[in-house]
């Protein structure tokens, strides 16, 4: 089972899946007869044989059923995004990533579901001196969302550690995942739409914050690992190896369109880090993985499907 199967990660992971021949079962709120993000990141998996598509509320309905012979649970939905969590969602960050979350648990643990892989965040961590973040450092998360993050990760840890609970846990740390679907509030969909249209780009802060930017078909290929291989557990960061600036990513957009975003500079957002960078080392030892694709190759292939999708983009590209 895919939770957040409509969403960017989910949908990659569960497209991915089935490729592979497995059997899988997406479930989200998000319904694609009516939700346009949801349709669009799901046409891929539509009237796929091993694919079948279940729209439920996590927070309410029956998960039991929907986990008989289920080998893994790739526990993805929840509400994502650093700065909004200030706001008055709040409470749907928390009924999603901790409340629907200790329901999964839940019912995994009642259906003997082997293993979960929970979608965690780099975000945990909070600010750093630059260096890079090891999964025992102490985490000091720096927003709501990072704190539900924790939690959500944590709880599912808990859960594994009773005694009558036949569910291994593995925590992925995702750290700043891009590519095609990528939410479009995140930045680099938004500069590569900058680039693409000449719309100009909210830039908040100098610039100088960096990420290890990790590319989709990375991420999935973690996930996969993660949810499969008998000797995971615990938590593993997931970073892509390219530590970039803001800045570099605004560059990479205009070299690859061929014209300069127009920057508008506000300022930096509350919970924001400056950095993150993830030390891979648990991650290539547990789950034998390594990024692939560099942010150069996967802005590229970013900015192709943002042009695809639309035909103006495709003329600017
Ligand atoms: P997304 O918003 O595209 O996908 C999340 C999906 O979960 C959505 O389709 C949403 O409808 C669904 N969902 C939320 N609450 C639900 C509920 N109660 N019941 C059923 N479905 C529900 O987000 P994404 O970027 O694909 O992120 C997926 C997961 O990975 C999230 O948990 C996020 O916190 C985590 N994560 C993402 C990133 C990233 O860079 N994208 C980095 C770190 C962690
Ligand atoms: C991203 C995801 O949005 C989170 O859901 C996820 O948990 C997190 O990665 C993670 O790594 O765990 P973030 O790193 O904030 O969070 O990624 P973006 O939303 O792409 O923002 C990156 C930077 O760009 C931030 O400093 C932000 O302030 C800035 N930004 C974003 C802008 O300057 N302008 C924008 O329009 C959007």
Same mark, same amino acid.
Not at 180 to 185: A, I, M, N, S, W
Not at 240 to 244: F, L, N, Q
């Given at each position: 089972m895919v939770t957040g199967a409509a969403g960017f990660i989910g949908s990659h992971l569960a497209h991915a899946l089935v490729q592979a021949g497995t059997v899988v079962i997406g479930v989200d709120r998000r319904d694609p007869a009516t939700d346009r993000t949801a349709a669009a990141n799901l046409s891929v998996l539509?009237?796929?044989?091993g694919y079948m598509h279940v729209t439920a509320d996590l927070l309410s309905c029956a998960i039991d059923p929907l986990?008989?012979? =289920?080998? =893994?649970?790739?526990?993805? &939905?929840g509400i994502p995004g650093?700065? @909004? $969590?200030?706001?008055?969602r709040f409470g749907e960050y928390v009924a999603s990533n901790v409340l629907a979350t200790h329901r999964v648990m839940d019912a995994v643990t009642r259906m003997g579901v082997p293993r979960l892989v929970a979608a965690s965040s780099?975000?945990? *961590?909070? @600010?750093?001196? %630059?260096g890079a973040s090891v999964e025992t450092d102490r985490p000091q998360p720096a927003s709501p969302y990072a704190v539900t993050k924790l939690a959500e990760e944590q709880l599912c840890l808990a859960h594994s550690t009773q &005694?009558?609970?036949p569910t291994s846990v593995v925590a992925l740390r995702y750290f700043t995942v891009y590519g @095609?679907?990528?939410?479009?509030?995140m930045f680099t969909h938004r500069a590569l739409t900058a680039a693409l249209t000449g719309h100009p780009l909210r830039l *908040? %802060?100098?610039?100088?914050q960096r990420r290890d930017f990790t590319y989709i078909d990375d991420a999935v290929a973690a996930t996969i690992a993660a949810g499969t291989l008998p000797t995971a557990s615990g938590v593993i960061n997931v970073g892509? %190896? $390219?530590? =970039?600036s803001l800045l570099d990513v605004i560059n990479i957009a205009n070299s690859l369109a061929g014209r300069e975003v127009e920057v508008h500079q506000e300022n930096p957002r509350n919970g924001d880090v400056l950095t993150t960078r993830a030390n891979p080392g648990r991650a290539h030892e547990v789950l034998g993985w390594q990024p692939q694709v560099d942010i150069h190759n996967g802005m590229r292939a970013h900015m192709q499907a943002l042009a695809a999708e639309s035909p103006a983009y495709g003329r600017a590209a």
């Open positions: 539509r009237g796929l044989p986990l008989v012979d =289920a080998n =893994a649970v790739f526990h993805l &939905a650093v700065r @909004p $969590s200030w706001g008055p780099s975000s945990v *961590y909070g @600010p750093t001196d %630059g &005694a009558h609970c @095609p679907r990528q939410r479009p509030d *908040y %802060g100098d610039g100088h892509g %190896g $390219s530590s =970039a």
